[in-house]
């Protein structure tokens, strides 16, 4: 889980949410490999029309775990979804910026500068991120952009991005610190994706901020 929450975390880029929809073009659904600190786990990701599903597997004798996240950047609603308990929590409109907002992250506004957004996330951070481009590498077999970056401080990594699905589909990252982290999109497969993966959770009981802390801690009574 904490994986999972960190990948979310990571979604915090300040930028406008009408941009990151026209940008939102092809397709697809993959394994995300999260590499955080060595600890690695894999959730399913689902791209679809200006939507996003993250699926993680259940670890055997959890309880209460949130196990879906579903991101609507068309009607700016999030929804964490805990299946084994039937129950889900909504975030709507601003209160959920920072993840609608960090797609930018992951789906450049331009292909011509797919780092942008890091590097300005790093000048609203304080920071000075230079990033060029170093040439061509593959990614799960597909033709990416490789991309070096890195601060005066220390901290440093790369980007590989793929023009076709407009996304970034590999980042590695070590802090100044030495922390490395980062993820990997594995098993992409192009196509259409149903929209029953984006729907809203039917049957499902919505749960409160404080009930959201209790499953995230395993504690509490449904």
């Not at 999109?185 to 809203?200: C, M, R, S, V, Y």
């Amino acid at each position: 889980m904490r994986n999972l929450i960190l990948f979310v975390a990571m979604l915090t880029v300040e930028t406008s949410t009408a941009s990151v929809m026209r940008a939102q073009k092809t397709e697809f659904s993959a394994d995300m490999r999260l590499d955080a600190a060595g600890q690695i786990q894999v959730v399913k990701l689902f791209v679809g029309n200006q939507r996003a599903r993250l699926d993680r597997t259940a670890i055997a004798g959890e309880v209460n775990g949130i196990s879906s996240l579903l991101i609507d950047f068309d009607h700016q609603f999030l929804y964490l979804l805990a299946t084994q308990s039937k129950m889900y929590m909504r975030i709507a409109g601003s209160n959920g910026s920072p993840f609608y907002q960090g797609a930018w992250m992951f789906r450049p506004s331009s292909s011509e500068a797919p780092c942008g957004e890091w590097v300005s996330e790093a000048n609203r951070r304080g920071m000075t991120l230079r990033c060029q481009q170093v040439g061509q590498d593959r990614v799960d077999g597909r033709t990416t952009q490789k991309w070096d970056a890195g601060i005066p401080e220390g901290g440093h990594g790369s980007i590989w991005y793929d023009p076709a699905l407009n996304f970034i589909v590999k980042v590695q990252r070590t802090s100044k610190d030495g922390i490395e982290s980062g993820y990997e999109l594995q098993e992409i497969k192009e196509g259409t994706q149903p929209q029953k993966l984006f729907d809203p959770p039917t049957g499902y009981r919505e749960f409160t901020l404080n009930r959201l802390v209790d499953v995230l801690i395993g504690l509490g009574q449904w």
